[in-house]
T-cell receptor
Framework: DSGVTQTPKHLITATGQRVTLRCSPRSGDLSVYWYQQSLDQGLQFLIHYYNGEERAKGNILERFSAQQFPDLHSELNLSSLELGDSALYFC????????????FGPGTRLTVL | DQQVKQNSPSLSVQEGRISILNCDYTNSMFDYFLWYKKYPAEGPTFLISISSIKDKNEDGRFTVFLNKSAKHLSLHIVPSQPGDSAVYFCAASVDLMGANNLFFGTGTRLTVIP
């Protein structure tokens, strides 16, 4: 158990819909990262927040957005969903934003029908 | 544009033998490399890392080798155990204004046969 929790574990929805994925980092960790893993793909970095502020953006679509709240939990919002958005979405947290200290949650599997 | 590549999607090894997982990268700015292990229904877990100023790092049964000139790294597991069966991801980092984000390979599924 990494200490990072993600909800829901599974999500099935239809094209065009909007969903919100939630991540609670390890206690005390200030950094939250979001990654997407599509079929046969590596994990693709989406976005990084540190203590409520956006630090870096990766290959995140304009239809996707994220935020980190004062209690440090984070939400990833996916809108106008397409079939290709079906993937595993992982959240990771770290205390100081160092790559060698990222702890990953179990992921949310999103299926868009 | 896949900057980190793992060209072998799978590898099978007998228990007790050496497992060698390979990874290539294209971005010469990467300065930190990591290996993660992932079991089904779990997130990746950090296994071992190496800085670009080193060419070898060892931790128990796990050793990572870095060849900067070839832009290649490898993970050696010896002796391999059935519990090592998992998907292994190679990852690399470049300090983008302090953000230290990770670029992952597509993973290699290791099966250790008892």
């Amino acid at each position: 158990d990494s200490g990072v929790t993600q909800t829901p574990k599974h999500l099935i929805t239809a094209t065009g819909q909007r969903v919100t994925l939630r991540c609670s980092p390890r206690s005390g960790d200030l950094s939250v990262y979001w990654y997407q893993q599509s079929l046969d793909q590596g994990l693709q970095f989406l976005i990084h927040y540190y203590n409520g502020e956006e630090r870096a953006k990766g290959n995140i679509l304009e239809r996707f957005s994220a935020q980190q709240f004062p209690d440090l939990h984070s939400e990833l919002n996916l809108s106008s969903l397409e079939l290709g958005d079906s993937a595993l979405y992982f959240c990771a947290s770290s205390a100081r934003g160092l790559v060698n200290e990222q702890f990953f949650g179990p992921g949310t599997r999103l299926t868009v029908l | 544009d896949q900057q980190v590549k793992q060209n072998s999607p799978s590898l099978s090894v007998q228990e007790g033998r050496i497992s060698i997982l390979n990874c290539d990268y294209t971005n010469s700015m990467f300065d930190y490399f990591l290996w993660y292990k992932k079991y089904p229904a779990e997130g990746p877990t950090f296994l071992i890392s190496i800085s670009s100023i080193k060419d070898k790092n060892e931790d128990g049964r796990f050793t990572v080798f870095l060849n900067k000139s070839a832009k290649h790294l490898s993970l050696h597991i010896v002796p391999s155990q059935p519990g090592d069966s998992a998907v292994y991801f190679c990852a690399a980092s470049v300090d983008l204004m302090g953000a230290n984000n990770l670029f992952f390979g597509t993973g290699t599924r290791l099966t250790v046969i008892p």
